[in-house]
C-alpha cells in the first residue's frame, strides 16, 4: 500500500468529542510516524475528503490514523455504494492512546 500525498491532517480528538462528517470520497494509505524513543512505524490511515463548509481551512481533508478507527472506519466504507454518506464518530471519555472510538453511518 502507498503512502499518502502530505500535507497530513489528523484529526485529534478530545475526550467524550463526537463530530459528523460529510464523506465525498476516501483513500486509504500509510504514514510513517516516529513514536518518542521507539522505532519508526507504519500505519494505516484512512483519509476522508469532506466539504469545505465542513473544514474551511486547506486542504479539504481529515486523516484517520488511530487503529481502533481505522478498523472500524474501513469496512465501513468499503461497502458504501455510492458518496457522498454521513458518518459520525465518538470518542470515549479516555485520552490518546487509550481512547476508544464508535464509528457510524448515518442513514441517508
Do not use: C, N
Not at 76 to 82: D, G, M
Not at 95 to 105: L, Q
Amino acid at each position: 500500500m502507498a503512502g499518502l500525498e502530505g500535507p497530513m491532517e489528523f484529526y485529534e480528538w478530545g475526550p467524550g468529542e463526537e463530530r459528523t462528517f460529510t464523506v465525498l470520497k476516501w483513500e486509504k494509505g500509510t504514514h510513517e510516524i516516529h513514536p518518542g524513543d521507539r522505532a519508526v512505524k507504519s500505519i494505516l490511515v484512512i483519509r476522508i475528503h469532506v466539504p469545505p463548509g465542513e473544514k474551511p481551512a486547506f486542504p479539504h481533508y481529515w486523516d484517520m490514523g488511530a487503529g481502533r478507527i481505522t478498523g472500524q472506519l474501513l469496512p465501513l466504507l468499503e461497502a458504501t455504494p455510492r458518496f457522498p454518506v454521513k458518518i459520525r464518530i465518538k470518542a470515549d471519555r479516555y485520552p490518546a492512546p487509550k481512547t476508544h472510538y464508535e464509528v457510524h453511518r448515518l442513514p441517508a
